[in-house]
């Protein structure tokens, strides 16, 4: 199994500033690579995939990088509404999350 | 606009069985795979397997083989996770979504709570 390992598991950051979460895979995964983004209360909400394609609707200040075991997704601009925790996922052989960055208000 | 409609909230105790569904509409249920996730409380997304309604291939996660069933009834567009017994420890939320090839999950189901006590 390929386990997804993401960091830092909390991430404080004030508003308008960038966060940078990163995701690493135990063995290369190519650009199989999704994030998601879920609010308290919420499903899961697909946000970026193939490492770097924003998903319909996804604002532009949210970017993904990265190809065989490093990736990482870049909020440029934090907005009130971003707060909220991002799950990476493989999907290169199976499927399988990360276990999440909690994006915090600072 | 695809959308995936989940069954309620279910309150169980250990030993019964249960049957939760998902509910596609707005495009073509057969040509998708509709994955299970499931969520403990204050944990993260685990894949437990996906079924193509198409032909009912179903592909479980190691996790998951033998501890539930997905099935799918393609006259009405809905797919199904059920346990013939209930554990305390399968008291999570269970997502339902649809996979967009090759792998990317989108939409999601709103989630069905499922509490498993005594």
């Known amino acids: 199994e390929i386990v997804m390992t993401q960091s830092p598991a909390t991430l404080s950051v004030s508003p308008g500033e960038r966060a940078t979460l990163s995701c690493r895979a135990s063995q290369s995964v190519s650009s199989n690579l999704a994030w998601y983004q879920q609010k308290p209360g919420q499903a899961p909400r697909l946000l970026i995939y193939?490492?770097?394609t924003r998903a319909t609707g996804i604002p532009a200040r949210f970017s993904g990088s990265g190809s065989g075991t490093e990736f990482t997704l870049t909020i440029s601009s934090l907005q009130s509404e971003d707060f909220a925790v991002y799950y990476c996922q493989q999907y290169n052989n199976w499927y399988t999350f990360g276990q999440g960055t909690k994006l915090e208000i600072k | 606009e695809v959308q995936l409609v989940q069954s309620g909230a279910e309150v169980k105790k250990p030993g019964e069985s249960l049957k939760i569904s998902c509910k596609g509409s707005g495009y073509s249920f057969t040509s998708y795979w509709i994955g299970w996730v499931r969520q403990m409380p204050g944990k993260g997304l685990e894949w437990m397997g996906i079924?193509?309604?198409?032909?009912?291939?179903?592909r479980y996660s190691p996790s998951f083989q033998g501890q539930v069933t997905i099935s799918a009834d393609k006259s009405i567009s809905t797919a199904y996770l059920q346990w013939s017994s209930l554990k305390a420890s399968d008291t999570a939320m269970y997502y339902c979504?649809?996979?967009?090839?090759?792998?990317?999950?989108?939409?999601w189901g709103q989630g069905t709570l499922v509490t498993v006590s005594s």
């Open positions: 079924i193509y309604p198409g032909d009912s291939d179903t």
């Open positions: 193939g490492a770097s």
């Open positions: 979504a649809r996979h967009v090839p090759p792998g990317i999950a989108e939409p």
